[in-house]
């Protein structure tokens, strides 16, 4: 069966085209306020600001979408069969209602797809890359780094329910100057042997580059030092490319324990991702291109991009000792995702809001070079953690390392699977609810996770979140355990009910059943929604206030032993297959108990 905005828009270009030919720029959205419809439709608005004022035919943009619906009644009963009811309402709107026959046929569907409800098939000819997390070798794993990695897995689920096929990447900040510091530290304070035996090297690591800038404000000279062995490093010299890699070594190790923990993983280079330096016998290929073009100028010994009529700063692509930068890499990086996967690839960067001017720099140089047309390069920007009183710095030594944060959160939600009591002593005793140690580790480990990500996705993602632990770790209210349990309270009432089910259409539902049906009937096209705008918050939004009526209609209306109790069960179990689909798109884990 169609789905309701396809319906509507073939509905509204159907009755529309006498009027204003091959219009299509009218939206087709979902009210926020339910007594507006299912759908609501802007066309009326449109057409009549195309319409010659000189036909007369409307008094104004109401009456024209009166004349509309009409139109869609006037079409055969199996045309619009979809919908309850349509009605054009000031100043211009046409608000359509889905029917109950259709909203009970989505339920059935929903039981029949289980798992695969609200994604689509892929199409081979939609291919997209997102690039997320991305942290940089030998500097800590921090919160800060959180936030990409989450909101991009989200963004990188949502597009493959969508139809995409989605290649996941993690680009890997393992070149640049950093790591000339990083060496020049390791050589003059550094000892190798216990930066091995370490149970955390990259905070040993990160110690060094610490001490590297505090010398560095006392002595200046130091940076040239820096820039010397990244220059070595380019150049292929033995001893920094050995301890290159040893800091790759040594973070790899610890990103892909936390990436376990998380249950994020990538598709490309084996699911490590490509970072910088795989890149690096690309680079002339891409210096040679721009001046090819003539794309690249001198100035004071270095080359740069400059945009036509100054659009944005020039783009350094060569510094005057001949080192590389973020951009000679980066066009290198999409150069070979182009030749890769084909001049159709749409690549998605999930990087901080603060490189929002880089990201239009790189974009506009790849339009020059004639890589990429417009909407195929996109900057998904996030906001940041932050301080009460300062922005997370690497350089100064303060930072939060995700690791701890990881930890906090897996100790606070142990606590859920706890029930405190008093004991014949009067002592306080705690008891486990659930039994055996590997179950309620399993469960304690998808509630913390459940709790980062979904306090993370749950808001606009260009917001700053001021960092609290209150709020990160939050386990009620709008939260990841709440949106669990809700699941685990549909599944302990299905276990006691022990029915098939086979319920038949329902003469009369009630305002808490109706409201359930339609939410559950909008799960396809929220996803959809979420994905124009890459806003996973679009789906948290949803499924909160899912969970939020499901509450309602479980404690009004009795389940199991009514006289209604085979379309409840139907109606409690297909709320529970949308809850867990959702979390699954978001990356949230449902456990079977709480």
């Known amino acids: 069966m169609e789905e309701p905005k396809a319906k509507i828009y073939s509905l509204l270009k159907k009755i529309s085209t006498d009027l204003v030919p091959l219009v299509s720029s009218f939206k087709i959205e979902q009210p926020k306020e339910k007594s507006h419809g299912d759908f609501a439709s802007n066309i009326a608005l449109v057409i009549y600001r195309s319409l010659s004022k000189s036909e007369g035919k409307f008094k104004g943009t109401y009456d024209l979408a009166g004349y509309l619906v009409r139109k869609i009644n006037d079409l055969p009963f199996n045309e619009r069969s979809m919908f309850e009811k349509i009605e054009a309402v000031h100043p211009g709107f046409i608000n359509f209602y889905l029917s109950k026959e259709y909203l009970l046929s989505q339920l059935k569907k929903v039981l029949e797809q289980k798992d695969q409800f609200g994604s689509k098939l892929c199409d081979p000819n939609k291919k997209v890359i997102v690039e997320y997390s991305s942290p940089n070798i030998a500097k800590p794993f921090t919160v800060g780094h959180l936030r990409s990695t989450i909101i991009g897995d989200a963004i990188a689920n949502l597009l493959a329910a969508n139809g995409w096929k989605v290649f996941r990447d993690n680009h890997l900040g393992d070149w640049g100057t950093q790591f000339g510091k990083q060496i020049y530290a390791i050589k003059t304070w550094g000892n190798e042997e216990e930066i091995e035996k370490s149970e955390n090297p990259v905070k040993e690591l990160v110690d060094l580059y610490v001490r590297f800038h505090e010398e560095a404000e006392k002595n200046p000279e130091l940076e040239d030092k820096a820039r010397e062995w990244f220059k070595k490093l380019e150049d292929g010299d033995p001893e ?52 090819s073009k003539k794309l690249l100028k001198e100035s004071q010994g270095a080359k740069l991009i400059f945009f036509p009529e100054d659009r944005f700063p020039p783009l350094m692509i060569i510094k005057k000792d001949g080192a590389t930068l973020y951009a000679t890499r980066d066009l290198a990086t999409d150069k070979f995702r182009r030749e890769k996967y084909g001049e159709d690839i749409v690549i998605i960067n999930e990087v901080g809001a603060e490189q929002t001017l880089y990201f239009k720099q790189l974009f506009e140089a790849e339009k020059m070079l004639g890589w990429f047309k417009e909407g195929q390069r996109i900057h998904k920007r996030h906001g940041h953690y932050r301080f009460k009183d ?11 390392w ?20 008093i004991d014949e002593e009067n002592k306080i005793k705690a008891t486990h609810i659930v039994g055996g140690q590997s179950k309620r580790e399993d469960i304690t480990q998808k509630v913390a996770i459940g709790a980062l990500k979904w306090n993370d996705l749950k808001r606009d993602s260009e917001q700053d979140i001021v960092f609290d632990w209150d709020d990160v770790l ?35 539902l009630n305002s808490e059943e109706l409201s359930l049906l339609r939410e559950i009937s909008m799960f396809e096209a929220i996803v959809e929604n979420s994905v124009a705008t890459f806003s996973p918050n679009v789906v948290c939004e949803y499924l909160f206030d899912l969970a939020q009526k499901f509450n309602l209609f479980y404690q009004k209306h009795k389940i199991i032993g009514s006289d209604r109790e085979n379309f409840r069960l139907a109606l409690t179990l297909g709320t529970g297959q949308i809850i867990k689909n959702g979390l699954s798109l978001l990356g949230v884990t449902v456990p079977e108990h709480m």
């Open 402 to 421: 995700l690791e701890d944060v990881l930890k906090m959160a897996i100790e606070k939600a142990g606590n859920i699977a706890m029930r405190v009591g």
């Open 240 to 291: 920094a490319r050995r301890l290159w890699k040893k800091c790759v070594d040594w973070s790899l190790k610890e990103f892909t324990k936390i990436y376990q923990e998380l249950n994020i993983k990538f598709t490309e280079n084996n699911g490590l991702g490509y970072g910088e330096a795989y890149f690096e016998n690309r680079l002339k290929d891409v210096v040679e291109e721009l001046e």
């Open 474 to 508: 939050n386990m009620q209210g709008n939260s990841g355990p709440y949106m669990q349990y809700a699941y685990v309270r549909v599944q302990s009432v299905w276990q006691k009910s022990g029915k098939q089910i086979n319920f038949k259409d329902i003469p009369d």
């Open 390 to 400: 300062e922005k997370m710095s690497t350089r100064k030594g303060n930072t939060i």
